[in-house]
């Protein structure tokens, strides 16, 4: 039988994590879990994670804990690889693969293996390396035991706790970690993916919306924003997207104004300061502009009943700024 190595006593997310992961292959899908430190015994097993002082990809040997250890995940990362890392970084496209019934050649497989170890991955080995989400220099607001390495680790026994089936513990860890890593596949395979899709989609027919290219027009609504970042970057836009236009759930239109990051409040080109805080009939009176609903007072977003209108509120306030720089 197929034998899977890690080392008994008090356990972490990274191996429980590393152990599920592995038992979602199909070469170790019903291999016999090995909780030892015993060097002999490790021998035996055809894979052994986060113990053993070896990491060797052709001996699938991958322990981290050696002072010569650097492994990231890549040369755009930092952060040292946990067991968790190492052994998503040479199995998580097939994870993915199986996950998702995508073919491995499919290049979705490749962009989603690169958001997992982002999105879910990197923090379980940052907080295994003990690597600090900002400088230690600050003082915590408050006491976050909600995360899962500690709800993982919630699970080891109490010091006064006696009789416990430690087996019984590392796999119900090994579950709960890697049923959130489903439940993020599930997400990002399901929901962000198909948003990848339709934002690149838009971003090449921008031209035919707006002769600038810099209007989008998202034919379904997504959570647009992460991504537009990412493809304007992967695609080499060369101009920059200012507005995404979007029918909103009453069936009116928004146009957005695009932030300077994903993350940011501050936009590339608030829409007009004179149109901002007015609404309706007065707006339309005040832009010229037939149907408009509101522009909010910061100037990030504002509404039209058509899609037309919207377009022309994204097209006005593009010409009255570069009308403005030319005077």
């Not at 690169?114 to 600050?138: C, H, P």
């Not at 680790?153 to 890593?181: C, H, Y």
């Not at 200012?242 to 069936?251: F, M, P, T």
Request: aromatic share 10%; glycine share 6%; net charge negative.
């Amino acid at each position: 039988m197929v034998k899977i190595g890690t080392h008994n006593g008090t356990f972490h997310c990274d191996e429980a994590l590393a152990v599920y992961i592995l038992k979602q292959l199909k070469e170790y899908k019903d291999a016999e879990l090995i909780r030892t430190r015993d060097p002999q015994e490790l021998e035996k097993c055809d894979v052994v994670v986060d113990v053993g002082g070896v990491y060797d990809h052709n001996t699938h040997r991958y322990d981290h804990h050696q002072r010569e250890f650097n492994e990231t995940f890549s040369e755009k990362h930092y952060i040292r690889l946990s067991s968790a890392g190492l052994i998503y970084k040479h199995f998580g496209p097939q994870l993915i693969a199986n996950k998702t019934g995508w073919e491995i050649t499919d290049p979705r497989v490749d962009v989603l293996y690169n958001k997992v170890y982002v999105d879910f991955i990197q923090a379980l080995d940052a907080i295994d390396n003990g690597v600090s989400r900002y400088e230690t220099e600050l003082k915590p607001r408050y006491t976050d035991h909600t995360n899962l390495a500690s709800r993982v680790g919630n699970l080891n026994p109490w010091w006064n706790q006696t009789g416990i089936d430690m087996m019984e513990r590392f796999v119900k860890a090994s579950n709960l970690a890697g049923g959130e890593l489903d439940d993020r596949i599930d997400y990002l395979a399901h929901s962000w993916m198909p948003a990848r899709e339709v934002v690149e989609s838009a971003l090449k027919k921008r031209h035919d919306v707006h002769p600038s290219g810099q209007i989008l027009y998202l034919e379904q609504f997504c959570n647009w924003k992460d991504h537009l970042h990412t493809l304007e970057v992967e695609l080499a836009i060369d101009t920059e997207i200012l507005y995404v236009l979007y029918k909103d759930e009453s069936g009116k239109f928004r146009v957005q104004a695009v932030s300077i990051a994903p993350d940011s409040f501050v936009s590339r080109l608030p829409l007009p300061e004179v149109w901002r805080g007015i609404r309706d009939q007065q707006l339309s009176e005040l832009s010229k502009i037939p149907g408009c609903v509101f522009v909010h007072a910061s100037g990030f977003i504002g509404g039209n009943e058509s899609y037309e209108g919207a377009l022309s509120m994204a097209s006005q306030s593009i010409a009255d700024t570069y009308s403005s720089k030319k005077a």
